[in-house]
C-alpha cells in the first residue's frame, strides 16, 4: 500500500488502512520529532502553500512540517500570483497548477469563508486544481472538508482514550459517544472542520451526536455519508436542538460556532448577519456545569476558539481539554501526509 | 572564467561563452536535479528577493532554486523595508544594498509595469543597487530586461532543435527564424522578457522578425543591439505589421500583449487604457491556423499567457507547444546562475 | 550558566555575565560565519517571527541567523493570524502563545509605533506572551527596548575601541563618552533602539549624555535604571539641551530622531504631527564640524537612518563610522541569543 501521489481533499477519499497508514506514522514521528530519519524524507523539495484565507495553525504547522522532513514550504497569498479572476485577466488553473508541478512536489490551498462566492466554490477550486495538476494536492481547508484537521482530531481523541500521549488506541473509540454542538460566537466560521470531525468519528465507529438551533443544519450530502458510515458500524446517529440534554453520556464535546446555510448571498459572505444572528443564541456554549452531564468527557476543539462564546475558559482549560494536544497533532499527522503522499521512499 | 560576484541585468552584458557555462551547468543540474553536489554549493546563504511585483514562476522558482542548492531566499515585498520614497523619509538605496550586502550572498530584484513612474525607472532602480551592493545583483524582471526568462526560453527552444530534454543543441538554432509577434490582451506587460528573447535570439544566431501593429514598436535601442547582433551573424532583422505573413517559414512562434511606447503618463502607468487600446486589435492572436504557415514551429511563451487572446489553447496545448518546459527551465537557469555567481565553489 | 529557555525582552534583565556569554558566543560565530558547527545547533527548529511593524534589518537578520544555525525563521504579520482584537472576535494571546509552543522552538515579536495605541502597549502584548509560552520569547523591538540592536551597538563600538572586527574589548568602553543626541528627521521613532543602547552604554561603564530639545525627554523609568547603573560605575549621567556642546570630548556619537512623550493621542499614534513638530528643528543633526569637538569619536546609528536630518552624508559615509558594521553585527549576537536560549546544546 502506496500513498504516493495521492491528493488528500478528505479523509473519506481514503481507505480506513491509509488512514491508519498515516495516523500511525505520524505517532512514530512525534514519538522522536527530530530524529535524523525525517529529515530525509523531502530533502530540497518544496511544497506551494496557497493561502487564499488567513490561518495560525495551519500555516505554521505546515511550513515547520516541511522543514522537519528536509524540505520547504512557500508561504503564498493568490493575489500575489496574477491569477485569472472574474473581472481581471490572469493565469488559468490549468496553467498555474502544470507550472507549480514542476517545481514542487506538492501543492496546498487554503480556500474557505469570505474567499469564496458561494458555499461549494472553494473545494470546485481545489478540484480544478487536482484535475491539472502533476503533484499531489492536500486540502489544508476549505469549504466543505479540512482532513488534517480530522485526523489530529481523532488521534488526539485516541490518544486519551488510549494510553496516552503517543500511544494512542484507535479502537478505544468504538461505541463512544461523539457530541458535536453549534455553538455561538462571532466568528461565522466554515463547516470544513466539523465535516471532517464527523466523518472521521463516524469512521472509527463512534455513534454521533449533532445538536444545533433550528436552521443550522450541516451539508445534507455530508450528514449521508455520516449515516452510511454508522450503519457500516451499526451505530447511532442523531440530531438535535437541545443544547443541554445532547451532553448525556457524551465521550467526546466538540463545541464549535459555525455558519448557517444562508451565510452566502449574491455571491457575498454574509459575516456580520451571520454573527448578529449567532450571538442572539447565548444559551449555546459549553459549560462546566453542561460538562457535568456527561461520561467525563474529553473537550475537543479545532481552534482558534472564541472563548467566552463557543466555550468558557473553565472547560477549556481544565484536564480534560485536548486543545493543544489537537493543535500539536496537526503538525505531527501533517508531516506524515506530507511525507507519504510526496516521497519517493514510500514509493515501493 | 568565473562568473563569482558578476550581476545579471541583461544578458547582453555577459559574452556568449559566460551564457553557455551558465547553460551547460543548467544542463547538468537538470539531468540530476537533486544530486546531493548542488546542495552543498550555497549552503546556509541568504539571497534577497525584493518583489515590486506580483509574481508566480519567478518567485516560486527562486525559491526553489535556494533550497535546491542549500541555502535559502527570502520573500520580500519592499514596502515592508521602509525606504526612501518621493513622499515619504525613509532608507537610501545606498544603506540598504550595503546592509544587505553583509547579510546575503546576493540581491534579486523584480520591479516593472504599475510599480514605476516611467519606462527605465525600474532598470535604473536596480543600477542602483548594483552601484552600492558588495554581492551580485540578479534581474528577476524589471521593465527593461528579464535575463533568466531568456536563458529559459533559449534552452528550451534548443533542447527541440537539439535532441530533447536536457539534451540541448544551440548550434542548431543558427539560421533557424524566430517570430516575436504582439497579440492582443488584457495584460498591458512589460518588454523585459521579449526584449530579452529578441537579444538571445539574435545573439544564437536566429533571424529574428518582429511582427506589430503600427504603434507598438518596443525600445529603439535594443532594436540596435539585436540588428548589431544580427550583423555579426549574417542573419535578417525585420519587422511587419502583417500579422499573418510574419508567420511564413517560422521556426519559433512567440505570441505575447505587451504595452505600447505611450503606457506611461504623468508618472502613472495607464493600464486601463492599454488594455482597452490592445483589446480591439482582435485579429493579433496565434491560431493553429496561422500556425500552418510556419515550418512546423514550437510555440513558445514567458507565461502567464492570456489564453483566447494571446494564443488559442489549441496551439498552446499543443505537441509543439514549449511553454511548461520553459517555465520549468526557469528553475535550471537560475539555479546555475545562483551557483555561479555567489558560490565561492566557482571562484577559482 | 545557561541561557536555555530564556526569554530576551531587554538586556537589564539579564546579567553582564549571561550578556558576556552571548556577546563572546556572536565573535565567535562571527569569525566562522559559515562554519559547520553552528548549522546544527537549531537543526530543523523553527522561529517564529511576528511583525506588526515593517523592517529591513530586524527580518532579514533572524531570517539569515535561523538559516544559519540550521533552523528556519517564519515570517509573519500577525494580521495573517486571526487574532483577537478590541474590534474582532479572535483567537487570545494565551491560545497562540501556548499553540506557537507546540511549533516552535521561540517567538520573536516586533511592535511599536503605529502598530499600538499607547506607550507600553507593545511591551505590555511581549509580557502576555511571555506569560503564556513555553519557549522563549525574543523582543525584536518595541516600544521600550531593542536588545539585539543594544547587542550589536556594544560589540560594534568595542570592536573600535578593541582591536578591530572580531577583536572587541568590552573594557575598553570603561569611562569613554557615550553621546546619544536627538535629531529631527521625518520618521518619528519609537525609543527602543535608543534606550537600549543608554542601557548598555551605562552597563559597560561609559559616561552617558543625552542631548534633545526641551520636550524630548525619553522615558523617565529608563533614565533611573541608567542612573543607577552609572551610579554603580561611578561614572557621569548628564542630559543637555544644548545641541553643539554635547559632543566635547564624546567617544561614541549617537544622533537619531526619535517621538516626543506626546506622541499617543486618542489611542493613536500622531506621526504626521511628530515629525511637523521635529523637522522644525533644524540645527539638531551631527554634521562634521560637531564631530570636531569630540574625542575623534565613533559615528554610531541602529539605521534607517534619515540621511541629511539625522545625519549629514560625510559624517554618515565617514571612516568613523559604524553604521554597517552594527547592523552587521545584529546578525551575529542573533544568532548567539538564539543558539543559547533555544539551542539544547547549550542546556548543561
Sequence with gaps: MSLFGKNLIC?????????????????????SRFHSE???????????????????????????????????????????LRLQT????????????????????????????????YYGAGNNLMADYVKWADVPVINMANDYYHPCQGLA??????????????SPNFESLKNKNFLLTWAHGGMA???????????????????????????????PQVYQTIAKNCQMHDTAFTTTNNHLNCYENAHVVY????????????NVFQKE?????????????????????TDNAIFTHCMPIDRGFEVTDEVANSDRSVIYDVAENRLHVQKAVLALSMSQRFLD
Aim: net charge neutral; hydrophobic share 45%; proline share 3%.
Design 11 to 31: 479523509t473519506q477519499d481514503w481507505s480506513i488502512d491509509e488512514l491508519l497508514l498515516a495516523l500511525n506514522l505520524a505517532v512514530k514521528m512525534k514519538k
Design 38 to 80: 525525517w529529515k530525509t524524507l523531502l530533502d530540497s523539495k518544496t511544497f506551494i502553500m496557497l493561502f487564499y484565507n488567513h490561518s495560525l495553525r495551519t500555516r505554521i504547522s505546515f511550513e515547520a512540517a516541511m522543514l522537519e522532513l528536509g524540505g520547504h514550504a512557500q508561504f503564498i497569498m493568490p493575489p500575489m
Design 86 to 117: 472574474n473581472t481581471e485577466a490572469g493565469e488559468t488553473v490549468q496553467d498555474a497548477a502544470r507550472v507549480m508541478s514542476r517545481y514542487a512536489a506538492g501543492i496546498g490551498i487554503r480556500i474557505a469563508e469570505a474567499a469564496i462566492p
Design 153 to 166: 482530531d481523532i488521534l488526539s481523541w485516541a490518544e486519551r482514550y488510549g494510553n496516552g500521549l503517543c
Design 189 to 219: 466560521r466554515t463547516w470544513g472542520s466539523v465535516h471532517e470531525a464527523l466523518l472521521l468519528a463516524s469512521r472509527f465507529g463512534m455513534n454521533v451526536t449533532i445538536a444545533r438551533p433550528d436552521g443550522y443544519d450541516l451539508d
Design 255 to 266: 463545541s464549535r460556532n459555525w455558519m448557517s446555510p444562508h451565510a452566502y448571498k449574491d
Design 273 to 293: 448577519a451571520e454573527i448578529k444572528f449567532a450571538m442572539e443564541k447565548k444559551e449555546w456554549i459549553t459549560t462546566a456545569e453542561k460538562m457535568k452531564k
